[in-house]
């Protein structure tokens, strides 16, 4: 007994170095690219987003929707809300591999995958036009780790597609890893693509002065799926979506420790992943919900989640872990509230358990917002508007 003992400290012993070593690194990796950005003397590129070309005139005048061809990553995430929002505004194929299995996370091994997936592509967007639907937009959300780069230069010079992909890890991915004496983040689609669409305000620099164009573009939310149920009553004080790990476990466990009663689904807790259908009404059934911007093992590195928007929006209150980002897109403190340590984070939940009043008027002024600024339907809006030049 006391080997195993002695055995298990060690592993969380490794556990805590390996956690600490993947943070240093993903913080120092960040710093890099501030500096090396910061120190450049490149000028910032002022490309036109307007397609160009004759084949865009018909729907960049609105005589018809635009052809859109996704290509995807997880089949939950892209569904709960993003892809059905483009279906409003656009006819849209759909990249599926070659078991008919959605995206690009095959579970073939890293060259096998780049190279199954860029071969796929080709075959689909190639196979559509010769039925007579040329993709108007390929729209992605990829990295050069799951596809060969110069397939969409393949594509573009082909068919005239304007190629766009969706960056909402550049904080972290931007580079990605070194294979081959090639980086295989985002950073080597920029001369492929057109546009990028990147979570991360300041990454938008780094594109221009590499050449590209880039805009801010934060996630969203979908209206139609998260919204309050007032005919379902609020079952869970507090409920949290999301992998078990790092930070995420201490401050779902300092919460309960405190007495306070956490739901809790996704890899690695008692509840297990939950469906995509079934997020919007644990949300809504929520005083509230949960969030937690770290990204990896870092507990001061943040980004950046899909929650920060489909929690308001679901009319529950919204309690987060703070981040800049956020205070460009909320009145902090009166649309969703945030916290800075573990400890702020359990006397927040204390605080808003015990005032209903206070935690219902923060939840709806979180929805007012959300439904008013941050639908995916607003962002896909504001795209086309500025695809046409208008």
Known sequence: MCSLKIRLRRVAVLYRMNAW????????????????????????????????GSRHTEWIKGNRRPRVFFMGTDE?????????????????????????????????????????????????????AAQGWVPDLLLTQTWGCLIDPAIFSRIRETYGTYIINIAMDDRHQYWGSKVHG??????????????????????????????????????????????????????????????????????????????????????????GRVATEDVPRLFAQSRIVLGVS??????????????????????SCYLTQD???????????????????VEDCVAQVRRLLADDAAREAIARAGRDRAAMEHTWDRRFTDLFVGLRGE
């Open 21 to 52: 070593l993947k943070c240093w690194q993903t913080k120092r990796r960040y710093q890099a690219t501030l500096d090396f950005y910061a120190a450049s003397v490149a000028v910032a590129s002022d490309v036109s987003v307007t397609p160009k």
């Open 76 to 128: 939950q995430q892209d569904k709960s809300g993003f892809l059905q929002a483009v279906e409003r505004v656009a006819e849209v194929e759909s990249f599926t591999r070659d078991d008919g299995a959605w995206g690009q996370n095959g579970p073939a091994p890293y060259g096998e995958r780049r190279e199954r997936n860029t071969q796929r592509l080709w075959v689909l967007v190639s196979a559509l």
């Open 182 to 271: 090639e980086w295989d983040g985002t950073y080597p689609l920029i001369p492929h693509i057109d546009l990028t669409l990147t979570a991360a305000p300041e990454a938008v620099a780094w594109y221009r002065k590499e050449g590209g164009a880039a805009l801010f573009f934060p996630e969203a939310s979908d209206s139609a799926l998260f919204h309050p149920m007032p005919e379902l009553s609020k079952c869970h004080d507090v409920c949290f979506v999301g992998s078990r790990y790092g930070i995420r476990e201490k401050v779902v466990m300092a919460l309960r420790a405190a007495g306070i009663d956490v739901t809790t689904f996704g890899s690695g807790w008692e509840g």
């Open 294 to 315: 770290a990204v990896g093992h870092c507990p001061d590195f943040v980004a950046l989640k899909l929650r920060d928007f489909d929690a308001p929006m679901s009319g």
């Open 323 to 341: 981040n800049p980002d956020l205070h460009a897109l909320y009145d902090i403190g009166r649309e969703i509230v945030t916290y800075r340590t």
